[in-house]
């Protein structure tokens, strides 16, 4: 519990001590983007399902905010309250997310992958190729968060506590869910299907209401993230975006809610730093080597360095070491 | 730490009678598409940044320029997150870029929430950049895509006798401006190109099979408005389906990005006609010497420059010009160097140019046809110069709008 106290005093605090690129670009960035990836997280972490389509749906709230709501495209912009928007926003995503669950749940590994694959692609092709509601290859512009008389939601401070808040009420969510009866029920499906099927657990329904939980979660996230773009476009729910969040998923580590977020922190300081490491035609190079080199050192992500770093520590006492149990198996938990 | 050294040394260098701006660098930032389809135009629109800043010997108003790069992959967001960074965490006082139709759009938007910042084209080309809407610190001293065809319609029709086109371009903005100003006198004229036999395929597509199966076989030519990595896989492709309607080419498509790459479409482009803010073979002295500048500064270039190391060279070395004439001097915003960019009129490598009412460029246009150069390289060969083109093809600003907005079915040339 101290570690989260001191996490959380360090992450409010945070704005006070860098500037607003770093407040906005950088740190709310990677607070949405590990949100994104946490949906991630929920479904291939305890549900045993790697879903490519969580940007799908985040795209889904991000053109639902864009089209119910104002846009300078001349295209669509219906103007509702933006309470309105962002209400039909997270439960569209979250309709959306748990359709994509009906289609996906009765698959099995990279069956699920590719099957949730397919739907990211004709997304992205399908907002590319439709002109009268989603305006093609340039998206919709112009999408303004609420204001709130002299607080502008976009400015680098509040925007980086209302990304805050949301990465931290999904993180306390999952964390909850974990030890929850569903939560344990789902990371049992995970386990053995077939044997929860056989207790009498309603295997796929489980595994679309996780999808409809991570939908509400991606959805929120894609609504922060049309206000902090300001816009939309195919290229903001494109396939090499898509496996991005599962690269922030993988490289964060899938076992804790909160590997999602260092992976996120460590993907945008690459993507936007890379370019200053090496010169201007090779930084993405540097980008996929990093990633190599994580992924190669340690199967588990960041987590799982950090882990093996505090056992190497630990190793120094006599005491013989026990073999790691995974810490989510459901014996864990009894 | 290091910004507090400067500043010390600025204090000092001051006390010895120096004005502190001389010795402080301007941070200038350079964005282009250095991912993606778009990767080699990219690579060769910085060059033309360093080739601007190079026969500027690095400095410009007596303050060093000190050049921070940014990369894009020719989506709108991926230019604004690189225009972002530039702008807000390396405090860029001047940026110039980007190169993307699409992106320029996306720039112009965010131009208008950091007014003290001047933003200085690339070589995007959409043209609704600057006609709609513009931003006042936004200026392109290249030109749009709609101007680059000047005089093509009019060739195609009555030079070359290609009644009716099949169109193929990319689906957004700038090849939008493209066939649109192809189109506008091509179809006035009397020329047929039916909505339905226009092509309009994503960025970065691979394969061209269906498309080149569908196109019709009752028309006398092909236009092609691709870019990059897409005009080599078309043409490619094209020829190796057995393609044999005469080509017509956007401005990029024949350009030395596409026609310096390896490949086996050389004797297949030979002769297609196109139009261009740049042409390879000009006869001019300010030409030759921008072409032998490029080639010694950059032996592993293009064999010779392309339209968008022209661009953002033009565009850079307005920036430096402009800075030079307010000596180095924005303390005020950047207000006095933005109206010093307004008001310049100067030469380039392809004649002059100058800006209109909504700071976009009036410059010379040049219709080409691709020749087999001298030394076996492929290059477009100077048919006609149509000089000082103006955005509204010399129409008065409100009687250009009512051509409408540029889009997949304008003109409908019915």
Redesign the interface.
Known sequence: MGKYIVLAALLLAYPTFV????T??IGAYALLLGTVALSLQVLGGYGGMVSLSQLTVAGIAGYTVAILGDN?TNVMGLGWPWWCVVTAAIAIAAIAASLIGAISVRTEGIYTIMITLAIAVSFF?FV??N?PVFN????L??VEPPRFGALYLRDPAPFYYLSLAIAAVFFWAVRYERHATFGLALQAIRDNPRRMAALGYNVPLHRVAAHALAGVIAGTAGVALVWF???I????V?VDVAIDILIIAVIGGMRHPIGPFIGALVFVLLE?FA?DLID??R??TVIGLCFLAIVFLSPDGLLGLFDKARQAVRADTPKPQEPRKHPDKLHHNR | MSKRNLLATVAALSAFGLNAAQAESLKMGALAT??GAFTALG?DG?RGVQLAINEFGGTAGGREIELI???S?A????A??AT??LV??DGVQILVGPLSG?EG??VR?YAKTQPDVTFVNGSSAAQDTTLRDPSDNFFRFSTDGAQWMAGLGEYTLNEKGYESIAIIAE???FPYSLVFGFLEPYCRLGGQAKVEDRFWV??GNKDYSSVIASLPDDVDALFVGLGGADAVNFLTQYEQAGGELPLVAGSITVDQTVLGSKGRTRDFVIGTPSASPISDTWDDPRWAAFVASYQAEFPDGFPSPSIFAHAYYVNTKAALLALDEVGGDLSDGGANYRTALSNLSFETPTGMVSLDARRNAIADIFLTEVIEGPDGNLVNDTVKVTSQVSQTFGLEYEEFLEYGVVG?DNPSCS
């Open positions: 500037g607003d690129f770093f906005f670009q300078t092709y590319r190729q002109y093609g290859f340039t998206g512009a112009g773009n300001g816009r476009s195919p290229g903001t494109g936007n370019i201007r035609e930084f993405n | 250095l991912e690579e910085m790069t940014g990369s992959d989506s709108p967001d991926s604004i997150r972002r960074r807000e965490q699409s759009l996306a938007d689906d957004y903005s994503p960025i997949r």
